[in-house]
């Protein structure tokens, strides 16, 4: 059994985000951190692998720095790594990126009782499309927002967290789950991780390891084969603070609706 | 001398650091406050290899090197001085002297248990009337047998109440003087061994710190470290290691007031200008900088020149003693940049100010420190 992981090096929004005057995200003037729902994905992936003995593979599109997070990744416990990167592939959008990712995950196999796992979205996008993209591609079953999992045999049990509320759905290996913040929490690099994880199993995927698989095509991959068109991007404005109201008595039902009549909002 | 670190040293420092603010920090005050050993950290470090970083993986260690431990032990005194000195401890002068000294046998038997961080681990050299004289030993042990009876007490011994395992020292031939040391690894559950009364301290107020008793204590001969009448060898030796232990936590409190004192600085307004705006304080921070700094150039070499199995002890002193006087002066000044507030336990520099002063006592006072360094220079 293998879990293969795929993560994404993004650039950290918790501070400014930095805007080129084309519109595009400044990357270089942003620290360079590992998607946080991707660790969520990852430590659900230890997890079973205390439990089965499966193999992790993370898998990462991104440029060659992309291998310093790739090695924090297996410092955390994951057994070997595959960076994607080609000038070809740069550029792409989710349609392009779930295809060239779906070409890598392909190529390294997934089998009978294997299970794919993504983060839900990443923090520079976040677009949540990628994961259900390249189970589609795949033809795997997927269950996205896993709050939850639990196996049995080749059954995954996972818990969707929802808007409204949650989902248990059961389903067969092999599938794609998407996992969120609430599923875990990451567990830190060891040390013995550490020491360990320049030695572990590195690899790179180029455009000649993957270009002629069924999924690339030249005319849908890198930001030419993009649909995707970014017109601009800019941090949004903050909001003002929002206004609490405490209590749950009768006065207090009546000053909120007649703080909502007043913005004619009911 | 190249300070360039690997690309493993830079990950693990990473790794500390965000341990350090994440699962340390926060309960700084606390233990502080209340002299609380905090059980549930040393846990936490254990299940990341942080109570064995630079032995081997076959003894249960991390496979990392010394430099590795010393930055372990800069980060968590950045934020928490207690928890550095928890590793120090259990690192330098137990898990050392048994890794340095033992026999194959012993070393199978006791370095996993404390590498993994089951074991807690202690050094029981000092005694009343034996603090920096440490050859004046009046703990002995008599060989009957196949077994040594240890009597006498130990004090100031920090991990004291929560270890198990202990590299002790004790007199086997009192006519021999130095010579005569040697030197025992005692498990707690050893019949006749008893640890006394907390001390209650100024700084480092959550790490246990308690007298050691022994009162015919059982210690199997097999639990000889080293050779009889060695111990004294073994104690200067490991107190050489633990020098590299204390100065990386007199540079984390160092470095961590610096860090607060510069927050607080550019926040903080007095004259409608911010503070940091006032010559006086970027002076202050200039200097406590600028000694810090020096001070972790000292600490990296001495880790450096231990890791390269060269006779470190002259740098290990230099670095003890410039970091630990260091760590005074420079948490000192942080108080004095907060003026009233730094006086009160809301802020945290009065702890690491508080904290930084044994930095300059325990594991060889400054004076001692001073004494071995003359002595490396051939001043008699």
């Given at each position: 059994m293998k879990i293969i992981v795929c993560v994404k090096q993004v650039p950290d929004t918790s501070g400014k985000v930095a805007v080129n005057p084309d519109g595009t995200l400044n990357r270089a003037s942003m620290a360079a951190i590992t998607n946080p729902d991707d660790l969520n994905a990852v430590e659900a992936a230890l997890v079973l692998k205390e439990q089965t003995g499966a193999e992790i593979i993370v898998v990462s599109m991104g440029p060659p720095p992309a291998e310093g997070m790739l090695r924090e990744v297996m410092a955390r416990g994951v057994d070997r790594a595959i960076l994607v990167s080609a000038r070809e592939f740069g550029g792409s959008d989710t349609y392009a990126t779930s295809q060239i990712l779906a070409a890598a995950i392909d190529t390294i196999g997934v089998e009978k009782d294997d299970i794919v796992m993504c983060g839900r979205q990443a923090i520079d996008g976040d677009t949540a499309q990628?994961?259900?993209?390249?189970?589609e591609k795949l033809g795997l079953p997927q269950v996205s927002y896993a709050a939850e999992i639990t196996k049995d045999g080749d059954t995954i049990t996972v818990k969707r967290m929802l808007e409204d509320g949650y989902m248990t759905i059961k389903v067969k290996t092999p599938c794609l789950i998407t996992c969120i913040k609430e599923l875990n929490t990451p567990r830190y690099m060891s040390v013995g991780g550490v020491f360990e994880c320049y030695s572990k199993p590195y690899e790179i995927f180029d455009y000649n390891t993957l270009k002629d698989h069924r999924f690339i095509d030249k005319d849908t991959i890198g930001l030419s084969g993009s649909p995707t068109n970014i017109l601009t991007s800019f941090t949004p404005p903050q909001k003002g603070a929002g206004m609490m109201l405490e209590g749950a008595d009768k006065a207090t039902c009546e000053k909120l609706a007649g703080i909502m009549a007043a913005k004619h909002m009911i | 001398m190249d300070f360039h670190l690997s690309k493993e040293q830079e990950m693990v420092r990473k790794m500390y650091r965000e341990f350090a603010e994440t699962e340390v920090k926060p309960l700084a005050e606390e233990i502080d406050e209340e002299e609380r050993f905090p059980m549930e950290t040393v846990e936490k470090m254990a299940k990341l290899g942080m109570m064995g970083i630079y032995f081997p993986k076959e003894y249960g260690g991390a496979g990392g090197d010394v430099l590795s431990y010393a930055m372990c032990v800069e980060e968590l005194a950045k934020v928490c001085g207690t928890t550095a000195v928890i590793v120090s401890a259990h690192t330098s002068l137990c898990c050392a002297p048994i890794f340095e000294h033992g026999t194959e046998e012993q070393k199978k038997k006791y370095l996993p248990d404390l590498c993994s961080g089951k074991k807690i681990g202690a050094f029981g050299l000092t005694e009343p009337g034996a603090g920096t004289d440490a050859s004046g030993q009046?703990?002995?042990?008599?060989?009957?047998?196949?077994?040594?009876?240890?009597?006498?007490?130990?004090?100031?011994?920090?991990?004291?109440?929560?270890?198990?395992?202990?590299?002790?020292?004790?007199?086997?031939?009192?006519?021999?003087?130095?010579?005569?040391?040697?030197?025992?690894?005692?498990?707690?559950?050893?019949?006749?061994?008893?640890?006394?009364?907390?001390?209650?301290?100024?700084?480092?107020?959550?790490?246990?710190?308690?007298?050691?008793?022994?009162?015919?204590?059982?210690?199997?001969?097999?639990?000889?470290?080293?050779?009889?009448?060695?111990?004294?060898?073994?104690?200067?030796?490991?107190?050489?290691?633990?020098?590299?232990?204390?100065?990386?936590?007199?540079?984390?409190?160092?470095?961590?007031?610096?860090?607060?004192?510069?927050?607080?600085?550019q926040e903080r307004v007095q004259f409608k200008m911010r503070l940091s705006q006032m010559q006086n304080t970027q002076f202050q921070l200039a200097d406590m900088e600028c000694r810090t700094q020096a001070a972790q150039h000292l600490v990296y070499a001495a880790a450096m020149k231990k890791q390269e199995h060269g006779d470190y002890s002259k740098e290990a002193s230099m670095a003890k003693l410039f970091a630990a006087e260091t760590a005074s002066d420079v948490t000192r000044r942080a108080v004095q940049l907060f003026g009233g507030y730094g006086y009160t336990r809301e802020y945290p520099v009065e702890r690491m100010m508080r904290d930084a002063k044994i930095t300059e006592i325990y594991e060889g006072t400054s004076e001692v420190q001073r004494m071995v360094i003359a002595k490396y220079m051939g001043v008699k």
């Amino acid at each position: 059994m293998k879990i293969i992981v795929c993560v994404k090096q993004v650039p950290d929004t918790s501070g400014k985000v930095a805007v080129n005057p084309d519109g595009t995200l400044n990357r270089a003037s942003m620290a360079a951190i590992t998607n946080p729902d991707d660790l969520n994905a990852v430590e659900a992936a230890l997890v079973l692998k205390e439990q089965t003995g499966a193999e992790i593979i993370v898998v990462s599109m991104g440029p060659p720095p992309a291998e310093g997070m790739l090695r924090e990744v297996m410092a955390r416990g994951v057994d070997r790594a595959i960076l994607v990167s080609a000038r070809e592939f740069g550029g792409s959008d989710t349609y392009a990126t779930s295809q060239i990712l779906a070409a890598a995950i392909d190529t390294i196999g997934v089998e009978k009782d294997d299970i794919v796992m993504c983060g839900r979205q990443a923090i520079d996008g976040d677009t949540a499309q990628v994961g259900p993209q390249i189970a589609e591609k795949l033809g795997l079953p997927q269950v996205s927002y896993a709050a939850e999992i639990t196996k049995d045999g080749d059954t995954i049990t996972v818990k969707r967290m929802l808007e409204d509320g949650y989902m248990t759905i059961k389903v067969k290996t092999p599938c794609l789950i998407t996992c969120i913040k609430e599923l875990n929490t990451p567990r830190y690099m060891s040390v013995g991780g550490v020491f360990e994880c320049y030695s572990k199993p590195y690899e790179i995927f180029d455009y000649n390891t993957l270009k002629d698989h069924r999924f690339i095509d030249k005319d849908t991959i890198g930001l030419s084969g993009s649909p995707t068109n970014i017109l601009t991007s800019f941090t949004p404005p903050q909001k003002g603070a929002g206004m609490m109201l405490e209590g749950a008595d009768k006065a207090t039902c009546e000053k909120l609706a007649g703080i909502m009549a007043a913005k004619h909002m009911i | 001398m190249d300070f360039h670190l690997s690309k493993e040293q830079e990950m693990v420092r990473k790794m500390y650091r965000e341990f350090a603010e994440t699962e340390v920090k926060p309960l700084a005050e606390e233990i502080d406050e209340e002299e609380r050993f905090p059980m549930e950290t040393v846990e936490k470090m254990a299940k990341l290899g942080m109570m064995g970083i630079y032995f081997p993986k076959e003894y249960g260690g991390a496979g990392g090197d010394v430099l590795s431990y010393a930055m372990c032990v800069e980060e968590l005194a950045k934020v928490c001085g207690t928890t550095a000195v928890i590793v120090s401890a259990h690192t330098s002068l137990c898990c050392a002297p048994i890794f340095e000294h033992g026999t194959e046998e012993q070393k199978k038997k006791y370095l996993p248990d404390l590498c993994s961080g089951k074991k807690i681990g202690a050094f029981g050299l000092t005694e009343p009337g034996a603090g920096t004289d440490a050859s004046g030993q009046q703990t002995i042990a008599v060989l009957e047998g196949d077994h040594y009876v240890l009597n006498g007490t130990k004090c100031f011994i920090t991990n004291g109440n929560v270890a198990d395992t202990f590299v002790v020292f004790a007199m086997t031939d009192k006519s021999k003087g130095n010579r005569g040391i040697s030197a025992f690894i005692v498990e707690k559950s050893f019949p006749g061994f008893s640890t006394g009364k907390h001390e209650k301290k100024m700084g480092i107020r959550g790490s246990s710190t308690c007298d050691l008793i022994f009162e015919d204590c059982i210690v199997p001969k097999e639990n000889l470290l080293g050779k009889e009448g060695g111990g004294f060898k073994i104690a200067m030796q490991t107190l050489d290691g633990g020098r590299i232990g204390i100065a990386s936590q007199a540079l984390g409190l160092a470095e961590g007031a610096i860090q607060e004192a510069v927050k607080y600085t550019q926040e903080r307004v007095q004259f409608k200008m911010r503070l940091s705006q006032m010559q006086n304080t970027q002076f202050q921070l200039a200097d406590m900088e600028c000694r810090t700094q020096a001070a972790q150039h000292l600490v990296y070499a001495a880790a450096m020149k231990k890791q390269e199995h060269g006779d470190y002890s002259k740098e290990a002193s230099m670095a003890k003693l410039f970091a630990a006087e260091t760590a005074s002066d420079v948490t000192r000044r942080a108080v004095q940049l907060f003026g009233g507030y730094g006086y009160t336990r809301e802020y945290p520099v009065e702890r690491m100010m508080r904290d930084a002063k044994i930095t300059e006592i325990y594991e060889g006072t400054s004076e001692v420190q001073r004494m071995v360094i003359a002595k490396y220079m051939g001043v008699k």
